[in-house]
């Protein structure tokens, strides 16, 4: 089990609602509606390279279509969001 810590202000985690019309129509809000459950676990090895080497990652994907590492909590490739085992 683990928990997302999200980071609210990045775009992946905000969606669009009305507003008055002299203030644009829209504006983009934090989403607090995230499932946070594990969907599948994998292991990515180590690649050794000179250009550029991969380290060995033990990744869990949830629902929100992200891969996380599991030693770290950083989403895989990004940092709109990380997690902690709990």
């Not at 996380?68 to 709109?80: C, F, I, V």
């Amino acid at each position: 089990m683990v928990v997302v810590k999200r980071v609210l202000d990045h775009p992946a985690h905000m969606k669009q609602v009305a507003v008055e019309s002299r203030d644009g129509g829209t504006k983009r809000v934090p989403d607090g509606n995230v499932q946070e459950t594990v969907v599948a676990r994998r292991y990515a090895p180590a690649i050794p390279g000179p250009r550029r080497p991969c380290e060995e990652k033990d990744l869990v994907h949830l629902p929100n279509g992200f891969w996380y590492d599991l030693a770290t909590g950083l989403q895989d490739s990004s940092g709109a969001t990380c997690i902690e085992r709990d």
